[in-house]
């Protein structure tokens, strides 16, 4: 018996690598996280911006929030298991009336983990309509192989790394619109893009990459993952601890040292890690 999903969920999850909406905030739950994030970007003049986009559980509070909000814990429940760990996140933030865009890429072409079994969770704090730039999707290309990914380091990519699969420009892809507090959830090698904010609001949403306990990282350095369900299977990821004094210089030295080792691996070999060293 699922906890959270449909079965017709479930299903279509298992068969298209996507499923959504999920409701999982209440407006007011929403409206509190929305509220904490912007008066953090009022106090600091701007978006909130990498690198505390990153990881930003380890930092501020309504991102702990959403990232153990039982109702989410749940729908990812009914797709990986009881043991989760919180591999990642990042916040995605689209100015309303902006070209900000992701190119058709599958999360996981970086992340070096297997096997293949992440989720992302995309938690809306704000209505993202299709002509917000909601995420589209390949339905079922999570059953391809992983594909090859090149940097586009263009200023209005949204990916760090600016990963994108070439020759996919054509495709449309299917819309995932989301209401505020709905949650969307894709397979790790599903291919999915997003486009520029036609819209009146900004377009929030809390991209959360989890995955089931057996889930072993390769390559160097050893990345860091927080337990927010269940137990641990084996000791392959430093254990992040979970957020208590948020925005302080405590928080900030554990984020600092995770969001470095996320980096170091997503960003091996790509332009963006030439020009730290560069810097
Ligand atoms: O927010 C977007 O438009 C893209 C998000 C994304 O690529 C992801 O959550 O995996």
Redesign the pocket.
């Known amino acids: 018996m699922p906890k959270r999903l449909t079965e017709d969920q479930i299903a279509r999850y298992r068969k298209d690598g996507f499923c959504h909406p999920v409701p999982v905030l209440t407006a007011a739950e929403a409206a509190a996280c929305r509220a904490d994030l912007e008066r953090y970007e009022n106090e600091i003049g701007q978006p909130l911006d990498f690198p505390e986009k990153s990881k930003p559980h380890l930092l501020f509070k309504w991102a702990d929030q959403v990232a153990h909000h039982p109702a989410v814990l749940d729908a990812v429940e009914d797709l990986i298991g009881p043991d989760i760990l919180l591999y990642h996140i ?1 916040l ?1 933030t ?1 100015e309303a009336g902006t070209p ?3 190119l058709w ?1 599958q ?1 996981g072409a970086y992340f070096f983990l297997e096997p293949a079994e992440q989720v ?1 969770a ?1 938690v809306a704090l704000s209505d ?1 309509p299709v002509e917000a ?3 589209h999707v390949l339905p079922g290309s999570h059953e391809g192989p992983w594909r090859d990914h090149v940097d586009d380091l263009g200023p209005d990519n ?2 760090k790394r600016g990963q994108g699969i070439p020759g996919l420009e054509a495709e449309r892809g299917v819309p995932m619109p989301l209401k505020t507090g709905e949650m969307s959830l ?1 397979h790790t090698k599903l291919i ?3 486009g520029a904010n036609g819209h009146t609001d900004r ?1 929030i ?1 809390v ?1 959360l ?1 989890y995955i089931p306990a057996h889930v072993r990282p390769y390559a160097e350095p050893k990345p860091t993952a927080l337990l927010v369900r269940g137990r641990t299977h084996h000791d392959d990821f430093i254990m992040e601890e979970r957020l208590t004094a948020p925005e302080t210089s405590a928080a900030r030295a554990a984020h600092k040292a995770a969001v470095s080792r996320f980096r170091a691996r997503q960003d091996a070999g790509s332009k963006v890690a030439e020009a730290y060293v560069a810097s």
């Open positions: 990042t995605w689209k900000s865009y992701v890429h999360d992302t995309w993202a730039g909601c995420m949204m990916i894709h999915h893009a997003s377009r949403g991209g990459s």
